[in-house]
């Protein structure tokens, strides 16, 4: 055997071994989240408008991104931005980091910076901030389990556990409620 032939005979041997080394380490892509499957429907820079069983807009929404479950319908929404209207027709607006919403649109889970922000230029000014919401459009409710702050001009009012109806714009605080108000003279 010369020379030639083995190297040539080697460098078939290393190309071999190098292709079968690349091919095992290729990128596969992501890994899927989750339980392992892939959403059956993504959505990007979208909005939606969900309608009550009359057929009168019960919430719209706004978001860069929705995924929705392939085994149980579920939908995860990015930075979501829900539009809910109250009883004369002006929205309220809820934002958060991260959004879920069940099976069938009757609970929206919204968490992490849940900022909720009253209808502009209609009563008083309000905001709540909370880190957990679950809203039930069709029940007219929201409640939290967790700390919530409302703000108005010239108030703070906070408390643990908190429920409120989105019709008549009445709440209730169930523990560990503070109270800040500043008269106008001091403001």
Same mark, same amino acid.
Do not use: C
């Given at each position: 055997?010369?020379?030639?032939?083995?190297?040539?005979?080697?460098?078939?041997?290393?190309?071999?071994?190098?292709?079968?080394?690349?091919?095992?380490?290729?990128?596969?892509?992501?890994?899927?989240?989750?339980?392992?499957?892939?959403?059956?429907?993504?959505?990007?820079?979208?909005?939606?408008?969900?309608?009550?069983?009359?057929?009168?807009?019960?919430?719209?929404?706004?978001?860069?991104?929705?995924?929705?479950?392939?085994?149980?319908? &579920?939908?995860?929404? #990015? =930075?979501? *931005?829900?539009?809910? %209207? !109250?009883?004369?027709?002006?929205?309220?607006?809820? +934002?958060?980091?991260?959004?879920?919403?069940?099976?069938?649109?009757?609970?929206?889970?919204?968490?992490?910076?849940?900022?909720?922000?009253?209808?502009?230029?209609?009563?008083?000014? &309000?905001?709540?901030? #909370? =880190?957990? *919401?679950?809203?039930? %459009? !069709?029940?007219?409710?929201?409640?939290?389990?967790? +700390?919530?702050?409302?703000?108005?001009?010239?108030?703070?009012?906070?408390?643990?556990?908190?429920?409120?109806?989105?019709?008549?714009?009445?709440?209730?605080?169930?523990?560990?409620?503070?109270?800040?108000?500043?008269?106008?003279?001091?403001?």
């Amino acid at each position: 055997m010369n020379w030639r032939t083995g190297l040539g005979a080697g460098l078939a041997v290393a190309a071999a071994l190098f292709g079968w080394s690349a091919w095992r380490q290729r990128d596969t892509g992501p890994a899927p989240a989750g339980n392992g499957l892939r959403p059956d429907y993504v959505m990007r820079d979208f909005e939606l408008i969900g309608l009550d069983d009359d057929g009168k807009e019960s919430l719209a929404l706004r978001a860069p991104m929705l995924e929705r479950s392939a085994t149980d319908q &579920t939908m995860t929404v #990015t =930075t979501p *931005l829900f539009l809910l %209207p !109250d009883a004369d027709g002006n929205y309220w607006q809820l +934002r958060s980091k991260t959004g879920w919403i069940d099976a069938r649109g009757d609970e929206l889970r919204l968490r992490d910076d849940v900022v909720g922000t009253s209808p502009e230029g209609i009563g008083v000014p &309000t905001r709540f901030e #909370t =880190t957990r *919401l679950n809203v039930f %459009p !069709d029940r007219n409710l929201a409640s939290s389990d967790a +700390r919530v702050t409302i703000t108005q001009p010239g108030s703070i009012l906070s408390g643990v556990g908190f429920e409120t109806n989105t019709k008549t714009k009445h709440y209730v605080f169930k523990s560990q409620v503070k109270s800040r108000y500043v008269p106008k003279s001091a403001r």
